[in-house]
């Protein structure tokens, strides 16, 4: 029995049993589905007879199972081996890209079938024995002292995150970080900085796309030197609760105008507020307002939120996977600065009979419902709510989301905007499938100073000037004309002495052929500790997503001709995340038309680089524009005043 359909079968129990005691019914639920494991989970209960906290705690944890489970099988144990292997590595910095490519050929060579193993069925009495002793022990600190029992069963007691291997991993993380709480520290938010500014120092470098097949174990996760988001969060976890910290986990199931989800860290204070933060990142406070695209907020939780849609959905009308999960807690509501919005959007597309909605926002897969709602009279409230984010609202019928309104935004007053497909038409002016690069935000001003040079010394002692940067480049393919005095047999880019060289592509133009000039490649040679595979190589190969980075500012690259030869123009791009339109790459344009559907306005293979021209395209609208050729960053855009607005 798989994990939701397990907790379908709980549930099913609950509201068929007539007990009146929600938990009492929850926990002889999860004893009867533990089977054989039966006697174990007894064994914990029976074990703190007497102690009526800790038997409570050992029946919160029990009762809270259901669901809970961790992986075996061949893929598992390959994939940890090599979690430890790379983590054992000391060195400055962290080859992303090749160990991201070792593992995924390694992973390729292993059968890739996996036992999903449940909590309820495997776990022993020793091992939550033990876990539950540590916890309670952590629960006597002057930092955690305004818990309640309640609070402290779900933000210290928990023996697991997420569907890591279980291990008893409390008295390695204490050892390893109580010795940073001085007798000095006693609120929840100063232990927690201790904490954190030790896990700070530690080696920062977040994937963004790493094939996991599983929550990273706890006795690895302590050496961690890559991972992704979520890795950081639950590492922070560890640490904290080990020393009696109240943390857990945040998340955001999408952004609202990007293609993935967030986890973080909340800290839950003193005054009943929580605290958001990035485990070996950002303290307490620092992280959630740094992004401006936040939906929804949810807590991942240990114990089953009774009021989540899976546990209220008496009916049998479907529902998406996202809200299958009962351990999620809606919290938008506790972050003012979001400026969390309500709103009521009435269902003018399609037709539907089902009690429930759902708020979507895009993603290049299919729309991502990120909050539900009860329909009535052909209206949805939504509740908190992040402004400033295109949504759509549909229902979920045979395992898909259909239409029920126009897409919307409602900005931080309240105020909504409907993006309706009008009658009229206009050509549309494309030059990107997906918004500006903001990590790349520092490149542009840097390249200011920069230069193209030609010489007639390999060294360039003596070279003359050809263009100097005296503005910001963008990131799009740029010709520049230039004139040299003489004709020269080398020809280089020097960058300023405020970046590391940072260039995509470059072409030099044969004046009488127009050809562009091949030669022996020059030029800095110490690349990068933090992206090694930057050479001065990539600038000539033709492939405007790999770059040269060098160790040091001013780093030029260039050409050794066989022969003095004059140029006339010279074709670059700066180092860019290359969603620009491509020349010969095949696309194709979406629009949502009246039906609240993508409409097809057809395909195009681009006949240059950056501008694409759609005809008589409907006007007011969302669209979407499509690489088939390369790439996978794609998002919508708006279209004003001859521009692509992007969401």
């Known amino acids: 029995m798989n994990r939701h359909n397990s907790i379908i079968f709980i549930i099913a129990i609950f509201l068929l049993s007539g007990c009146s005691n929600f938990n009492n019914r929850q926990l002889e639920s999860a004893l009867q589905t533990a089977g054989s494991n039966r006697q174990e989970l007894e064994k914990v209960m029976q074990h703190y007879k007497g102690d009526k906290q800790k038997e409570n705690a050992a029946r919160f944890l029990i009762q809270n199972m259901l669901g809970k489970y961790y992986l075996e099988g061949d893929k598992i144990d390959q994939f940890h081996h090599f979690i430890d292997s790379v983590y054992q590595i000391e060195q400055e910095e962290y080859d992303q890209q090749t160990i991201n490519k070792t593992y995924r050929t390694n992973n390729n060579l292993q059968r890739s079938s996996f036992k999903q193993q449940t909590d309820l069925q495997r776990l022993k009495a020793d091992f939550l024995i033990t876990q539950i002793d540590a916890a309670f022990l952590a629960w006597q600190k002057p930092w955690n002292k305004h818990l309640s029992f309640e609070d402290f069963c779900e933000w210290i007691l928990p023996y697991r995150i997420g569907n890591e291997l ?63 988001c979520g890795d950081y ?15 857990s986990t945040g998340v955001i199931p999408h952004w609202g105008r990007g293609n993935n989800n967030h986890s973080f860290n909340l800290l839950y204070g003193e005054d009943g507020k929580y605290y958001d933060f990035a485990g070996g990142e950002q303290n307490p406070g620092d992280h959630l307002r740094r992004f401006e695209d936040i939906p929804k907020v949810y807590q991942k939780t240990f114990s089953v939120q009774q009021n989540s849609l899976i546990m209220t959905n008496t009916s049998k009308e479907e529902i998406p996977t996202f809200f299958k999960n009962p351990f999620m807690k809606d919290i938008t509501e506790h972050f003012p600065f979001i400026h969390p919005q309500t709103v009521s959007i009435p269902l003018t597309k399609g037709n539907t009979h089902n009690q429930y909605a759902y708020l979507c926002v895009f993603d290049p897969q299919g729309w991502f ?67 500006e690069p903001t990590q790349l935000a520092a490149i542009p001003p840097a390249f200011v100073g920069g230069k193209f040079q030609g010489s007639d010394h390999a060294d360039f002692q003596i070279a003359e000037d050809l263009y100097t940067f005296t503005e910001n480049p963008d990131f799009k393919y740029t010709t520049i004309e230039v004139n040299p005095k ?41 690349t990068s500790i933090y992206n090694p595979h930057a050479t001065k190589y990539n600038v000539f190969d ?53 039906s609240g559907k993508w409409a097809s306005a057809g395909k195009q293979t681009a006949d240059q680089d950056d501008l694409l021209i759609y005809e008589q395209i409907p006007q007011g609208t969302l669209y979407w524009l499509r690489n088939y050729t390369k790439g996978k960053e794609e998002r919508i855009f708006t279209y004003k005043d001859g521009k692509q607005v992007w969401w």
Request: glycine share 6%; with cysteine; aromatic share 12%.
């Open 166 to 228: 279980p291990e008893t991993w409390r008295e390695q993380y204490y050892n390893t970080f109580s010795g940073l709480l001085t007798d000095s520290i006693s609120t929840a938010h100063d232990a927690c900085v201790a904490i954190n500014n030790k896990l700070i120092k530690r080696p920062i470098h977040i994937f963004t796309d790493f094939p996991k097949p599983a929550d990273i174990r706890p006795s690895s996760l302590i050496h961690i030197k890559f991972g992704l």
């Open 542 to 594: 033709g492939d405007p997503l790999t770059f040269f980075h060098t160790r040091d500012s001013m780093s030029w690259v260039g050409l050794a001709l066989s022969k003095p030869t004059h140029i006339n123009k010279i074709r670059y791009i700066i180092r860019n995340d290359d969603n620009g339109i491509r020349k010969d790459n095949l696309y194709e344009l979406f629009y949502i038309d009246e």
């Open 233 to 247: 969060t639950n590492l922070a976890v560890y640490a904290m609760r080990s020393v009696g910290i109240p943390v």
């Open 369 to 435: 419902p990120v909050d539900w709602g009860r329909i009535s009279n052909k209206t949805v409230t939504f509740n908190h709510i992040g402004p400033d984010i295109i949504y759509q609202v549909a229902s979920y019928e045979n395992n898909s989301l259909r239409p029920l309104s126009s897409p919307f935004a409602v900005d931080s007053t309240g105020e909504i905007t409907t993006y309706e497909c009008l009658k009229e038409k206009a050509n549309l002016h494309l030059e990107r499938k997906y918004r």
């Open 486 to 526: 003489k004709s020269y047999k080398y020809y280089r880019y020097l960058s300023s002495p405020n970046i590391r060289g940072n260039m995509a592509e470059l072409e030099f133009y044969d004046t009488n052929s127009q050809n562009i000039l091949t030669g022996e490649i020059i030029g800095t040679d110490s």
